[in-house]
């Protein structure tokens, strides 16, 4: 059984930093692509990082570019989502997914398990 578990949100204000963690388990963690989506309420999903199973490529949404950093630790099956300079727009539920294509992928339909999620808070 794929379970992918997120930790690390919470409340903070604005300019503040959060790190979230997805740990993953049942499945080969070294071979997934990893993605990290959110969704604010009232608004559909969205993608917000995503990067390859060797942690060689990452992709970006515009509006974190400078801001979050992903990353992967394949020895702990687990993968980071570095937020910095946090903005009350990020506030949002954040969810980690797994993919098993080998094109890294911006796309949530293409995700094949996910986490319960995370919630974000940046107040003002």
């Known amino acids: 059984q794929v ?3 997120e930790a690390g949100g ?3 204000q604005a300019g503040g930093s ?3 963690s997805c740990a ?17 309420p009232g608004k559909e999903r969205e993608f917000v990082t995503a990067i390859t199973w060797s942690g060689d490529m990452k992709h970006y949404a515009n509006f974190v570019k400078g801001r979050f950093t992903i990353s ?3 020895s702990k099956n687990t993968v980071y989502l570095q ?6 727009e990020d506030t949002a539920v ?5 993919d098993r294509e ?10 094949d398990y996910w986490g319960q999620g995370t919630q974000v808070t940046v107040s003002s």
Do not use: E, I
Not at 31 to 38: E, K, Q, T, Y
Not at 83 to 88: D, E, G, I, Q, V
């Open 83 to 88: 937020m910095n300079s946090l903005k009350p």
């Open 24 to 40: 993953a388990s049942g499945l080969t963690f070294s071979r997934h692509n990893m993605g990290w989506f959110r969704q604010a």
């Open 10 to 12: 919470g409340l903070v």
């Open 18 to 20: 959060l790190r979230l």
């Open 94 to 98: 954040y969810y980690c997914a797994a």
């Open 3 to 5: 379970q992918l578990v």
């Open 72 to 74: 992967r630790d394949n």
């Open 102 to 111: 080998p094109l890294l992928s911006r796309t949530s339909g293409t995700y």
